[in-house]
């Protein structure tokens, strides 16, 4: 299991996404390979730097377009 998202929170949240209006197909896709991805993650997320004010800068600019985000996305 996860050290992150737990089985049941996963399948749920995996479930939410394909039954919710996405804004495309892509998207959606990627959303649900984001949350397996997290769920078979060992947990390294801690190791992640986060600099002073970082955080609630990145909050703050959430929620994104997503068809903005891809051109991001290698």
């Known amino acids: 299991m996860s050290d992150i998202l737990d089985d049941e929170t996963a399948a749920k949240v995996i479930k939410h996404i394909r039954e919710s209006d996405?804004?495309?197909p892509h998207f959606q896709?990627?959303?649900i390979n984001f949350v397996?991805?997290?769920h078979?993650?060992?947990g390294d997320?801690?190791?992640i730097?986060?600099?002073d004010g970082e955080m609630a800068e990145i909050f703050?600019?959430?929620p994104t377009n997503p068809e903005r985000?891809?051109?991001y996305v290698e």
């Open 40 to 42: 078979q993650s060992d």
């Open 29 to 31: 896709a990627t959303m």
């Open 60 to 62: 703050s600019t959430l």
């Open 49 to 51: 730097v986060l600099e």
């Open 22 to 24: 996405q804004p495309s």
């Open 36 to 38: 397996y991805s997290l």
């Open 45 to 47: 997320l801690d190791e």
């Open 69 to 71: 985000e891809l051109p």
